[in-house]
């Protein structure tokens, strides 16, 4: 059974760094794209960002690009989305994805991974 | 980055209605077009990719159409558990955008 498991709820201060965490079980990582989402409270879907696992090729949404760092260990099945300095405004509900093919959708989904950021 | 633009940004209908949400995209994508159902504490559901294509499992009152720059989802037969927030998204490029969402509220 395929499955991503993202790493547990996060509480940090402004200006504080955080990595968080994306295993896939259940299916080669290395085959399929790894994209990660942000959803605000009470908004909508935003895309940030995809790795392949197979060779760290990585894409940023504009609005992300500098903000946010996305990296993979393929030796564990594990994507990463990190900040080098969060701010109150990265207070979301996080989600890692796989997309299923080329050109296709995201067909598995983590189970969120929230981060709140407040002083 | 493609921008995705989806009307309305709520509805609300009766069990047993037919209901249509639009999704556009700011350049013709071909048909790379996906669509999710998201209810609140889950994760999104993967409906249609393809503009058309049923995931397993989806019931057959969900369907999609369109290509290029315009497309649609159609709920027939509205059930009370089609309740949720529907997002359209593509996946033309890398950066594969999600448009605004519409909350379906089912009366």
């Known amino acids: 059974e395929v499955q991503l498991v993202q790493s547990g709820a996060e509480v940090r201060r402004p200006g504080e760094s955080l990595k968080i965490s994306c295993k896939g079980f259940?299916?080669?990582?290395?085959?399929?794209?790894i994209g990660w989402v942000r959803q605000m409270p009470g908004k909508g879907l935003e895309w940030i960002g995809i790795?392949?696992?197979?060779?760290?090729?990585?894409e940023y949404s504009l609005s992300f690009k500098g903000q946010v760092t996305i990296s993979v260990d393929k030796s564990i099945n594990t994507a990463y989305l990190q900040w080098g300095s969060l701010r109150t405004s990265d207070t979301a509900l996080y989600y890692c994805?796989?997309?299923?093919?080329?050109?296709?959708?995201?067909?598995?989904w983590g189970q969120g991974t929230l981060i709140t950021v407040s002083s | 980055d493609i921008q995705m633009t989806q009307s309305p940004s709520s509805l609300s209908a009766s069990v047993g209605d037919r209901v249509t949400i639009t999704c556009r995209a700011g350049q013709s994508i071909s048909n790379y077009l996906n669509w999710y159902q998201h209810k609140p504490g889950k994760v999104p559901d993967l409906l249609i990719t393809s503009a058309f294509s049923l995931q397993t499992g989806v019931p057959s009152r969900f369907s999609g159409s369109g290509s290029g720059t315009t497309f649609t989802l159609t709920i027939n037969s509205l059930l009370p558990e089609d309740s949720a927030t529907y997002y359209c998204?593509?996946?033309?490029?890398?950066?594969?955008?999600f448009g605004g969402g519409t909350k379906v509220e089912v009366k």
């Open positions: 994805a796989r997309q299923r093919a080329a050109y296709s959708g995201f067909d598995h």
């Open positions: 790795i392949y696992p197979g060779d760290s090729e990585t």
């Open positions: 998204q593509h996946s033309y490029t890398n950066i594969p955008s």
């Open positions: 259940g299916y080669t990582f290395t085959r399929h794209w």
